[in-house]
């Protein structure tokens, strides 16, 4: 069974400074991981999805990097602002079919 | 970009009731649809896959006759928590590939938050 886990459950960063969200899981055959955002009482909203062939992929200051052999994501937030306070979710596809397992999730604050 | 939406939003019920959930697609067909279950300060958990016109796919531990099911058109899925407890209290989401789009990006409605007294 697939397990994801992400360090640190939360954390807090002057506005400006970069942030890096850890991913990790248990099972390297996977399809794809993906990157989600999730505001309190609101839906998720999908940042970034990275195929299982690819290395990294990148959108405006996001960029997320997949090491497949090792069963690792990490999501790079560059010059951060007091918008992308929120929870990051690194969720992976075993296989193909949308059916996604979740780590417990990254909750950002970025101070002013 | 396509959207789901979730009703009610909120619902707090005595235990022993039934609960209904709403999951709507609002701009796109979805054939498969799935629900989740996320408890405090905990990851979400697939409880179960939704099939347009036929039975649900439930996730091992997910009892199928507590959290019925029914995917009767392209747009709606119901979940339904049956004789609902207060252990059943939590938030529950659905998501919904667009297929047409290429299906690989899911869009997830925005959450119902459940409390059982």
């Known amino acids: 069974k697939q397990e994801v886990t992400q360090i640190p459950a939360a954390l807090s960063v002057p506005e400006g400074e970069n942030l890096v969200l850890n991913c990790s899981f248990t099972?390297?055959?996977?399809?794809?991981l993906q990157w989600f955002r999730q505001d309190p009482g609101k839906g998720l909203t999908s940042l970034l999805l990275?195929?299982?062939?690819?290395r990294e992929q990148t959108s405006g200051r996001l960029n997320a990097s997949l090491d497949k052999s090792s069963g690792r994501s990490t999501l790079y937030i560059a010059a951060s602002q007091p918008g992308d306070s929120a929870t990051y979710l690194c969720?992976?596809?075993?296989?193909?079919?949308?059916?996604?397992?979740f780590g417990k999730g990254n909750q950002v604050v970025v101070i002013p | 970009g396509a959207v789901v939406s979730q009703h009610p939003s909120w619902v707090i019920c005595k235990s022993g009731t039934s609960v209904k959930i709403e999951c709507r697609s609002l701009?796109?067909?979805?054939?498969?649809m799935f629900w989740y279950r996320q408890f405090p300060k905990q990851s979400l958990m697939l409880m179960a896959t939704?099939?347009?016109?036929?039975?649900?796919?439930?996730e091992q531990g997910v009892e199928k006759d507590k959290f019925l099911i029914n995917h009767a058109s392209l747009t709606l899925s119901t979940l339904t928590v049956t004789s609902a407890h207060p252990e059943d209290s939590s938030f529950y989401i659905c998501?919904?590939?667009?297929?047409?789009?290429?299906?690989?990006?899911?869009?997830f409605g925005p959450g119902t938050r459940l409390l059982v007294l």
């Open positions: 998501s919904a590939p667009d297929r047409l789009a290429g299906g690989e990006t899911q869009y």
């Open positions: 099972d390297s055959a996977i399809y794809n």
């Open positions: 990275i195929q299982s062939s690819q």
């Open positions: 969720a992976v596809d075993a296989y193909g079919n949308n059916r996604l397992a």
């Open positions: 701009d796109f067909q979805a054939t498969t």
């Open positions: 939704s099939n347009e016109g036929s039975k649900a796919t439930y």
